[in-house]
């Protein structure tokens, strides 16, 4: 798992570990229903049928789980594709240090797609921990002592005949290497997700990433979609 640096200047170190609260509200029964309808389906079934993402049923689970709550009596997961389960799990035994996100992308590269909920899933059923993202504020001066240590994340503002871009450039700190860019009209989650990823699956995975507290690195209400990506690595 990735810890994430956040730049700036007030010394304290937290975690973070509770259910994202973000887009659509769902009430308590709502979520009853939708977890129920997938337990006697599917997932995918329940997510068409309700317009709501796998991953968000996936995490409402883990949340139930961590609560210890039921449902109608125990929710019990269980094994919708037994052939799809185990390439995941021999896969994460094969690299039993990676993450949902990398096995996945192994999965991918030999010409198996999956969902990196449903990986996620599979992986915790069979004892799989999910790490909490650990966030670190920095005072001072820092400086990695290994390549892959630590990966800068930041965005460059300029003008083209007046039309602002933005590029974004992530750096190894030990190095200076560019491991990854991508230019975008604004700072958005998006193109930092795809560069991110694109960097791990080129050179490998960072120990840790740094970067500032713009809106697609850092949310202030929960997870942002770039930390719960790290979450998964």
């Known amino acids: 798992m990735l810890s994430s640096g956040v730049d700036t200047r007030g010394g304290s170190t937290s975690k973070i570990k509770k259910c994202p609260s973000r887009g659509k509200r769902y009430s308590k029964a709502q979520k009853e229903e939708i977890l129920q309808f997938a337990q006697a389906n599917s997932v995918e079934e329940a997510a068409g ?3 709501v993402t796998g991953s968000s049923i996936y995490e409402w689970r883990r949340c139930l789980k961590r609560r210890g709550g039921t449902l109608e009596g125990e929710i019990k997961i269980e094994d919708q594709a037994e052939d799809r389960d185990q ?3 021999n896969m994460w035994r094969q690299h039993p240090g990676f993450g949902p996100s990398q096995i996945r992308n192994m999965l991918k590269r030999g010409g198996f ?3 990196v909920g449903t990986v996620r899933h599979v992986m915790e059923g069979n004892g799989y921990i999910p790490p ?3 966030r670190k504020e920095h005072m ?3 400086e990695a002592d290994r390549p892959r240590e630590l990966y800068h994340l930041d965005f460059y503002h300029f003008y083209v005949h007046k039309q602002k871009q933005c590029v974004l450039f992530i750096e190894d700190d030990y190095s200076r290497f560019i491991a990854g860019w991508a230019m975008a009209p604004a700072e958005r989650a998006d193109p930092v997700i795809a560069s991110f990823e694109q960097a791990v699956r080129r050179y490998g995975r ?3 990433v740094m970067s500032d507290r713009g809106s697609a690195f850092h949310s202030w209400r929960g997870l942002s979609r770039f930390e719960a990506l790290l979450e998964d690595y």
């Open 140 to 142: 001072g001066r820092y």
């Open 49 to 51: 049928k309700f317009k």
């Open 113 to 115: 797609k999956v969902s």
């Open 206 to 208: 960072p120990e840790g």
């Open 87 to 89: 390439k995941i799990i």
């Open 132 to 134: 909490t993202l650990k």
